[in-house]
Nanobody, 121 residues
Framework: QVHLVESGGGLVQAGESLRLSCVASGSSFQINEMGWYRQAPGKQRELVAAISSGGDTNYQGSVGGRSSISRDNAKNTVYLQIARLEPEDTAVYYC???????????????WGQGTLVTVSS
């Protein structure tokens, strides 16, 4: 079984920066892409940033322009740094991992439980 555990959320002031971490644990999972999504109250979940196993990155939205995603493949960990936080960035941030279940050689997608980021003005 594969688990993703996020950390780094909390209450921050507008204009500050934040770094989120997500560690993947478990066996028989060849992780290809890892990413961060967020869901604000009353809104749909949206992609913030994603990174492939080779380091190719994809950023979306206004927060994407203030974000930096990185990854340590040896530690199965992905990081998201967000600069100049705004109250509109308040959301639950979810870690996502996509890859192959190597016991069945099928596609596998896993989500973390989410970490709340609250930005005060």
């Amino acid at each position: 079984q594969v688990h993703l555990v996020e950390s780094g959320g909390g209450l921050v002031q507008a204009g500050e920066s934040l770094r989120l971490s997500c560690v993947a644990s478990g066996s028989s999972f060849q992780i290809n892409e890892m990413g961060w999504y967020r869901q604000a109250p009353g809104k749909q979940r949206e992609l913030v940033a994603a990174i492939s196993s080779g380091g190719d990155t994809n950023y979306q939205g206004s927060v994407g322009g203030r974000s930096s995603i990185s990854r340590d493949n040896a530690k199965n960990t992905v990081y998201l740094q967000i600069a100049r936080l705004e109250p509109e960035d308040t959301a639950v941030y979810y870690c996502n991992a996509q890859g192959i279940d190597t016991t069945k050689y099928t596609f596998l997608e896993v989500w973390g439980q989410g970490t709340l980021v609250t930005v005060s003005s």
